[in-house]
T-cell receptor, first 114, second 113 residues
Framework: DGGITQSPKYLFRKEGQNVTLSCEQN?????MYWYRQDPGQGLRLIYY???????QKGDIAEGYSVSREKKESFPLTVTSAQKNPTAFYLC?????????????FGPGTRLTVL | ELKVEQNPLFLSMQEGKNYTIYCNYS?????LYWYRQDPGKSLESLFV?????AVKQEGRLMASLDTKARLSTLHITAAVHDLSATYFC?????????????FGEGTQLTVNP
């Protein structure tokens, strides 16, 4: 089945640690996105990538880093510079075709800082 | 800076009633999306509206887009408990900026028996 997978589902981090969240898609989508969701709020864009080996900062990129070495994969690293990383992280990929333009979301990773 | 505002943010309604959720946005766009989120879950795409005057319907939900008024509505007809969820609208940016989405805060809908 085609889809977007994220791992792990739950992640616990100690202060000062870097952690990497995985996002993989087998939908052959070119564009991929990382969003952060805080309780009771909408989603905010962290980073996005339109093609392999290229990515741009979103609205809240500070303390995060990404890479896009393969079309299928867009991992997000939460660095120790991110002061308040506890949140729900959602990865998305975008399908663009005639009459369609939709971002599909993965199941999410819930990150908690201990 | 693009701003997206939804109202109401909280909506409690009885089964069988009708209601409308509003989504206003601040700058020009012709792409508007509606998503549903159940508690603790990811987002599910409901509607994609790609032109002025677009109207789409799925079951008890109908979405419309007025790009001149910068307004989209999500109308709920004869609500049922299964529609209880949080609904987000999102406005699409230019393709030159990666077609990034800007989300509203969400409307938490509770349908009571």
């Amino acid at each position: 089945d085609g889809g977007i997978t994220q791992s792990p589902k739950y992640l616990f981090r100690k202060e000062g640690q870097n952690v990497t969240l995985s996002c993989e898609q087998n939908l052959n989508h070119d564009a991929m996105y990382w969003y952060r969701q805080d309780p009771g709020q909408g989603l905010r864009l962290i980073y996005y990538s339109q093609i392999v080996n290229d990515f741009q900062k979103g609205d809240i990129a500070e303390g995060y880093s990404v890479s896009r070495e393969k079309k299928e994969s867009f991992p997000l690293t939460v660095t120790s510079a991110q002061k308040n990383p506890t949140a729900f992280y959602l990865c998305a990929s975008r399908k663009e075709a005639l009459g369609q333009d939709t971002q599909y979301f993965g199941p999410g990773t819930r990150l908690t800082v201990l | 800076e693009l701003k997206v505002e939804q109202n109401p943010l909280f909506l409690s309604m009885q089964e069988g009633k009708n209601y409308t959720i509003y989504c206003n946005y601040s700058t020009t766009s012709d792409r508007l999306y509606w998503y549903r989120q159940d508690p603790g879950k990811s987002l599910e795409s409901l509607f994609v509206l790609l032109s002025n005057g677009a109207v789409k319907q799925e079951g008890r939900l109908m979405a419309s887009l007025d790009t001149k008024a910068r307004l989209s509505t999500l109308h709920i007809t004869a609500a049922v408990h299964d529609l209880s969820a949080t609904y987000f609208c999102a406005v699409g940016g230019r393709k030159t900026s990666g077609s990034r989405l800007t989300f509203g805060e969400g409307t938490q809908l509770t349908v009571n028996p």
